[in-house]
Every structure is written in structure tokens, then in C-alpha cells.
């Protein structure tokens, strides 16, 4: 390998090592410098892009320039054949990992950019979040897929695996099938994934109810999908749950939900004040989406009348509020205006000897009085 003409040549061969790792390092730290410096700079024009860019790429530039440039470098040292043969197999497995590292993070600015065009916080977002779950889905598929290849790529690197090579490829079949039944459940449960990204029986902040639980899709993983419960649990199943059993959706079409409020009421109430005064309430409140309305006597039993009210609202965390809010304010309504309607138990008292039968005796008294 040629070495460093001029002074350096005469140094002892450290000097030259310990000057290009410097140098490397100045440059890359002067390179990130510039980098950030350029992202802030054009922040105005799409702050948010070079926002995401300056949090996932800050670290990683750093490392990578400087790498390149002791990999190019390193070849005009003078370095013992062995050792050469380490440092640049080393530098080639490191250089594998930071590229790895960038394109991962570059997938998170990618993932970053469509979550902001795709935002799920607006009041109708089912489009958003069809395509959030499957970018969530892509991405964890694509990361894994990048790793793959560097791991292979680095394996690669080693004389020993590129010789052996051909008979690894001879006996891929085999391999492939003993692999194919030790990772069975693992394709399963990614296959269900792909299943559930495309045909989305699942999405990301959907409404469901599994294992009688209430709650939403937080997560959609590769093996697991986390279910947030309405108390702030978190309930986590195997993706293929969703394939296999049956659970409800309540905002697989559309995120509106339709609430109900059930009031078991006396007889004696009158439906028109009660149907008034609903209305009212409805109209009187940012949570109802002003499309669905009705009050209706659904059943009757010897004691009260069910009466069921029926409204919309945009969605589940807001139907939920607005069903406790319509209940608080009609049971108010009932307590101050006809607190005789409250359900009651009805008893009828009489006096048991005027329910007795007349004796024998008692009649042919009678009898005797009237002859």
C-alpha cells in the first residue's frame, strides 16, 4: 500500500492514523454544523419537514462522513497486511450500520411528513386513518427488511461466509422449510398483519369492543395490537385475533357514533315536556353533531315505561359525554318538574274482614232481621 509522501512518510506510522481520525472526526462535526445551519435556515419555507429533519438526521451525520472518509483514508497508510485487513473489514461493518441508521431515520421523516397530511385529530378522518395504519404497517415491514440486509450485508464481509456462499445457496431449500416451520407462528402472525394493513378490519383510533372490553386501536404491530380501554388500560392481543375471532367495530365505516340513554319512568309522565325539553338540551351543546334526534317509549312493564333517547355525535369519546351530559340534565328535568313520575312501587292496602266471606251464622242472622 503506498505510503503518505513528503514529512509524513518519515513519522512513526501511528501519526498518520491519529491525524486522519482527526481530520475525519473535524470534518464530519464541520459537516453536521453545516447541515443544521442549512435546515434552519430553510425552516420558513417548510418548517416542519426541516423540523423532522434536524430531530431524526442530527446524530447520524455525524458519524457517517467521518467514516467514509477514514474508509478512503486508510488506504494510504502504512498498515500491517493483517491488521489492514481488520480495520477495513471493521470500517466496511460499521459503515453498514450508519447507512442502515440514516435510511431508518429517513423513514421516520417520511413517516413524519404523511402523519401531518394525514392528520386523524380532525372530526372526519376515517380516509386518515385507513392510510395511517397502513404507513405504520409499511414501515415496520421496511425496517425490518433494511436490517435484513445489512445483517447480511455484514456477514458478507467476512472472507470466510463469501466462500461458503455456494453451498449456503445449495442448501437454501432445506434450510428454508426447517426455518419455515421453527418461525410458523411468526409468518402467521405477519401475513395477519399484511392482511389486517390492506383489508383494515382494524384501524388506527377505531372503537371496538373485544373480550367485552371498551376501548380504541393505539398500536398495530407486527405480532400485536394494542387496544387502549376506556379506563387507560392497555389490553394487548396477537394480531391474529382479528383475523380469527369475531370482536365489534364500532367506526370501521365512519367515526360517528350513535349513543342511547335509557330512563325508566312512572305512567303518569307526559312524553311531549320530556321530548321538549331533550331538544333543548341537544341544542344547547357543542357535543351533539345536530344529526340524530329521538325519544321513544321502547317498553313497558307493570311497574314504569322504558324510555330510550337516541342521539349522534361525531365521535366515541364524544358520544360517551354527551350521553352522561343528556342523562344528568333529564333526570335534573324529571326531579324538578314531575318528581311523582320518579318510578314508584304501587301498593293497594285493605282491611282483610271486608274481604272475608260471610259465615253461616252471620247470614241467617240476616235472614231472621229481615222476616
Known amino acids: 500500500m503506498p505510503l503518505l509522501s513528503g514529512e509524513l512518510s518519515d513519522m512513526p506510522t501511528w501519526v498518520p492514523a491519529v491525524l486522519l481520525v482527526i481530520g475525519s472526526l473535524a470534518t464530519g462535526f464541520l459537516s453536521r454544523f453545516l447541515l443544521l445551519r442549512f435546515i434552519r435556515y430553510w425552516q420558513g419555507r417548510d418548517r416542519k419537514l426541516f423540523k423532522s429533519l434536524e430531530k431524526h438526521l442530527r446524530g447520524s451525520m455525524f458519524l457517517f462522513i467521518p467514516l467514509l472518509m477514514i474508509n478512503v483514508g486508510v488506504n494510504y497508510i502504512d498498515i500491517h497486511p493483517e491488521s489492514f485487513s481488520f480495520v477495513t473489514t471493521t470500517l466496511n461493518i460499521v459503515i453498514i450500520l450508519s447507512v442502515c441508521s440514516v435510511l431508518i431515520r429517513l423513514i421516520n421523516v417520511a413517516q413524519d411528513m404523511l402523519f401531518i397530511r394525514y392528520d386523524i385529530n380532525l ?86 369492543v373485544v373480550e367485552k372490553e371498551w376501548g380504541w386501536i393505539e398500536e398495530i404491530n ?80 307493570d311497574k314504569t315505561m322504558t324510555i330510550r333517547l337516541l342521539m349522534t355525535a361525531q365521535n366515541s369519546p364524544t358520544a360517551w359525554d354527551l350521553r352522561c351530559h343528556v342523562r344528568e340534565k333529564m333526570i335534573e328535568f324529571v326531579q324538578q318538574n314531575y318528581p311523582h313520575s320518579l318510578p314508584r312501587m304501587r301498593a293497594t292496602l285493605t282491611d282483610p274482614a271486608l274481604d272475608t266471606p260471610a259465615g253461616p251464622t252471620e247470614r241467617s242472622e240476616d235472614a231472621g232481621i229481615k222476616a
Open 123 to 208: 372530526s372526519n378522518n376515517l380516509r386518515a386513518r385507513k392510510i395511517r395504519t397502513q404507513i405504520i404497517y409499511v414501515k415496520k415491514v421496511a425496517i425490518v427488511l433494511l436490517v435484513s440486509i445489512c445483517l447480511s450485508l455484514i456477514l458478507l464481509s467476512f472472507p470466510g461466509v463469501r466462500k461458503f456462499g455456494t453451498t449456503i445457496l445449495a442448501g437454501a431449500g432445506v434450510a428454508g422449510i426447517i426455518i419455515g416451520f421453527a418461525l410458523q407462528k411468526s409468518l402467521v402472525n405477519l401475513f395477519a398483519g399484511i392482511q389486517i394493513a390492506f383489508t383494515q378490519p382494524i384501524k388506527i383510533d377505531d372503537a371496538v
Open 222 to 301: 407486527l405480532t400485536y395490537v394494542v387496544v387502549r380501554l376506556w379506563d387507560l388500560r392497555r389490553l394487548v392481543l396477537p394480531i391474529t385475533y382479528f383475523t380469527e375471532n369475531p370482536f365489534q367495530n364500532w367506526t370501521r365505516t365512519n367515526a360517528q357514533i350513535l349513543g342511547s340513554v335509557f330512563l325508566y319512568l312512572d305512567y303518569s309522565m307526559p312524553l311531549e315536556p320530556l321530548r321538549k325539553h331533550f331538544e333543548k338540551v341537544l341544542s344547547e351543546t357543542r357535543l351533539w353533531d345536530q344529526q340524530t334526534q329521538v325519544l321513544q317509549v321502547t317498553d313497558a312493564d
